[in-house]
């Protein structure tokens, strides 16, 4: 007798391949998306920071190697 509607094991095993895709709610990609604006502008305002007052860099705590790394990572049209 032929069990056509019986999970075959190629059928079975397709989940587990697909176990390493992530899958995103739209409340997580916004706060993805949040995190990367709230990163952003803090390079952007430590750009600004170590351009206009660099003496209150030393006040954050921050070495000028660390914020020259920080202002690295802005888009190169914002460096």
């Not at 989940?15 to 995103?24: I, K, L, T, V």
């Not at 709610?25 to 502008?41: D, M, N, T, V, W």
């Not at 430590?46 to 003496?55: E, F």
């Amino acid at each position: 007798m032929n069990d056509s509607f019986a999970p075959s094991t190629c059928l079975a095993a397709a989940p587990a391949m697909h176990m390493g895709r992530r899958r995103y709610g739209l409340a997580a990609l916004r706060s993805l998306i949040a995190e990367h604006r709230k990163q952003a502008y803090f390079r952007f305002e430590l750009k600004r920071m170590a351009r206009d007052n660099p003496h209150l860099i030393d006040d954050i705590g921050l070495t000028k190697k660390e914020v020259e790394a920080e202002i690295a990572k802005l888009p190169f049209w914002q460096r």
